[in-house]
């Protein structure tokens, strides 16, 4: 058996692939080529660093990487050059978190962070020519290749036998199910196309095939390495086994199982071609690290360095002198990442309905300046926040001089230009006040030239509102924009006493206005202008005319208002600041009863660290200047979280001044969805004017405690409130309280 290491690589070096071989230094013992084999398995993929960790230690050399899926993220990034300790570094950023979303909520644009104030259920649904669609997956992917180009940012060569170590990436044709081996193009898009994982993440179209997570078709692909001229395969098999019975209870479960068939069918194939004599098959023991618990990744490398350390007697015969991997070493670290070089052009591929001008905007990034990757990113993140395109990415070209060249893809989304959302929200007290309310928001984008969006709402329920928008921008960066809007509502209006309800009123008011704005970057979005509209109180259940309370009123003015969203998650934010200031100016000369002037503010702050979160938050309502509010500006609040202890509307006043803070703690990790949250706050509020106050204004206080759930049909919160004067209340809601 001594002569078996020189017969393989006698019999390597008849090989055509060695053609894509580095010229051998003479100081290296000949030796057979050494294949790395990683296979598929989501967060287990952590365990391939573990394995790469022994082989370094040991002096085992790697002369090719094939891999699917995680494999294809690790081996990517080993074959282009990156130091092992930095691939760990950047694979902990990796989680079951960031994995669900795209881009983080900050990163969207102020129309789109507006857009998620109710709460809707499901994907957006695409209007198009041909009907309604859906997208062809849960999540883009943005978010993970943006990692994936940090990992692979060493790539100098589109030709992947020309990276440090020759590599390739398996994926699966979506449209005949047949293994595709990418072994040229953009190395990040290549590895994310071999783990798209079907309905969770979209496809990736390359050279016109649609591609899946490569471990459909070969999750182990043996065969690869042999065709690239392996001698010697080094096998790390990761791959999830199949579900017991018991676990297969839902639709989901039973999908995760077909796909788990179709990639254990396809492993015993791969398995069969190992040559035991000959090859290194590693097997992790991962039974603790589920194929979505990516934040188990570094648990799993610990099982991948145990299982390679129990496999070194096959693995030794491989080693080479310290001297050899020296050598050999160097030369894959010898690429650099492309910092700091010119950028002699910046392009954009793949708009169609967009013009190119718009996005040219956007983006910080610009011909003449030197690379910044970060820049590139948040260029990335911000196009995508538009909410134009199902994916965008980009890549650097080499030049013969020495600069490089940028291009932006964007892929406009197939479902539009036509976008529908909807959405529930259910309350009840369990004291005889149940509310609901049924959603619907629709979005026709790019109506013209410069992007014209014609913005559709309603609710029915609880609150019935419609309204609709013509958004119009005036420039072709979108830096100056004109708003025409018409809204109606109905919100209830009920009268209290001592906690008692006397009558319930509907208070009905339209408004139409025209205003002039400017978004502020991401963050914000700056208004003014005119409006005229009535007010008037309808009748629900109650002996007293609505006459008696106010009569019907004209309403116009000029109405300023200045908007600033940074928060993280609207539900259980974070870190960051929402605020919305408006000014009101009542004028008989625009058509409205009386002149007065009205201040309306909020904001919200948070701050977390670890599992804790605090959230403060401010309401004002109040008037500017001498003259008094009148009547129909009267202010209704009261229930969960807007002064707990009390009923849902239970104080009525014509000003609002209200504090409140709320602390969570996060009981469950973030994956799809949020988790679940324990919480408790504490709420101060004055009401001006208020009907049962006996000295004209009312302060009152308010607790609460409350377990909340993120469900696929929003939060779910039950909680407990109790107020001065010994008020308490029950809730149980599902949305946004």
Excluded at 318 to 328: F, G, H, I
Excluded at 636 to 661: A, C, I, K, P, Q
């Amino acid at each position: 058996m001594r002569i078996l290491p020189l017969l393989l690589f006698s019999l390597a070096c008849a090989s055509p692939a060695l053609a894509h071989a580095e010229p051998a230094s003479p100081t290296i013992t000949a030796r057979p080529r050494v294949a790395l084999v990683l296979s598929g398995g989501g967060a287990r993929g952590g365990a391939h660093i573990g394995v790469l960790k022994v082989l370094e230690e040991m002096h085992v050399p790697v002369d090719i990487i094939v891999g699917t899926s995680a494999g294809a993220i690790v081996g990517a990034a080993y074959a282009s050059g990156m130091p092992l300790a930095d691939i760990e570094r950047e694979m902990q950023t990796l989680s079951t978190a960031s994995l669900f979303h795209d881009v983080a909520r900050r990163d969207l644009s102020i129309a789109r962070k507006s857009d998620d104030a109710g709460s809707y259920v499901g994907p957006e649904i695409g209007i198009g020519p041909g009907g309604l669609s859906l997208p062809k997956g849960a999540v883009s992917g943005v978010a993970l290749e943006a990692l994936l180009r940090r990992l692979t940012v060493r790539q100098a060569n589109s030709d992947f036998n020309r990276l440090p170590i020759p590599f390739r990436a398996i994926a699966t044709d979506v449209s005949n199910g047949e293994m595709v081996v990418l072994d040229h193009g953009n190395l990040a898009q290549a590895v994310r196309a071999s783990m798209a994982i079907p309905a969770v993440i979209s496809p990736v179209e390359i050279d016109g095939q649609l591609l899946v997570d490569g471990g459909i078709a070969r999750n182990l692909p043996v065969d690869v390495a042999r065709a690239m001229g392996a001698n010697v395969i080094i096998a790390i098999n990761i791959g999830s086994p199949l579900l017991r019975r018991d676990q297969i209870k839902s639709v989901l479960s039973m999908s995760e199982q077909m796909t788990r068939m179709l990639t254990a069918s396809n492993l015993r194939t791969s398995l069969a071609e190992l040559n035991p004599q000959v090859d290194v098959l590693i097997t992790p023991d991962l039974a603790d690290v589920d194929a979505a618990s990516f934040d188990l990744l570094k648990e799993a490398e610990g099982y991948g360095e145990q299982a390679a350390r129990q496999a070194t007697g096959k693995l030794r015969r491989y080693a080479v002198p310290a001297n050899d991997y020296a050598v050999l070493s160097a030369r894959r670290h010898g690429a650099r990442a492309p910092e700091g070089v010119l950028l002699s052009a910046v392009h954009i591929d793949g708009t169609q309905r967009v013009p190119e001008a718009s996005l040219r905007g956007t983006m910080e990034t610009q011909a003449g300046d030197q690379f910044d990757a970060a820049k590139a990113e948040r260029d990335m993140r911000r196009l995508f926040g538009r909410g134009d395109f199902e994916h965008v990415s980009y890549a650097l070209t080499p030049r013969p001089d020495g600069s490089h060249e940028m291009t932006t893809t964007v892929n406009e989304k197939s479902w539009g230009p036509q976008y529908l959302r909807l959405g529930l929200g259910i309350s009840t007290d369990f004291e005889g006040d149940s509310f609901f309310t049924l959603r619907a928001m629709h979005r026709w984008t790019w109506l013209n030239a410069l992007g014209a969006e014609w913005r559709n709402d309603l609710a029915i329920g609880h609150t019935d509102r419609i309204s609709t928008e013509w958004l119009q921008p005036l420039t072709p960066a979108q830096r100056l924009f004109a708003s025409g809007y018409l809204s109606g509502e109905r919100t209830p209006l009920d009268i209290y006493s001592h906690g008692e309800r006397l009558a319930r009123y509907r208070n009905e008011s339209v408004a139409a206005g025209v205003d002039l704005g400017a978004p502020l970057a991401e963050w914000g979005e700056a208004r003014i202008g005119v409006t005229r509209g009535h007010v008037k109180l309808l009748p629900d259940t109650s002996f007293v005319p609505p006459s008696e309370l106010f009569p019907r009123a004209r309403t116009g003015g000029l109405q300023a208002r200045l908007r600033a969203d940074t928060l993280d998650d609207r539900t259980f934010p974070r870190s960051g600041v929402e605020a919305d200031l408006r000014v009101y100016a009542s004028r008989t000369a625009m058509g409205a009863d009386s002149n007065y002037n009205k201040l309306s503010f909020s904001a919200l702050g948070a701050f977390a660290t670890g599992p804790h979160s605090l959230q403060g938050a401010v309401e004002i309502q109040h008037k500017l200047g001498g003259n008094s509010l009148p009547d129909h500006e009267i202010v209704s609040f009261g229930g969960f979280l807007r002064m707990s202890g009390y009923r849902t509307g239970e104080l009525v006043g014509n000003s609002l001044h209200f504090g409140r803070l709320v602390y969570n703690y996060r009981l469950t990790a973030p994956g799809l969805l949020n988790g679940a949250y324990v919480g408790a706050s504490a709420e101060l509020g004055r009401m001006g004017n208020t009907i049962d106050a006996q000295d004209g204004e009312q302060t009152v206080r308010s607790n609460a405690l409350y377990i909340a759930i993120d469900t696929p049909l929003g939060p779910l919160y039950f909680g407990a409130g109790r107020a001065s004067r010994n008020q308490t209340a029950l809730y149980l809601l599902i949305g946004k309280p």
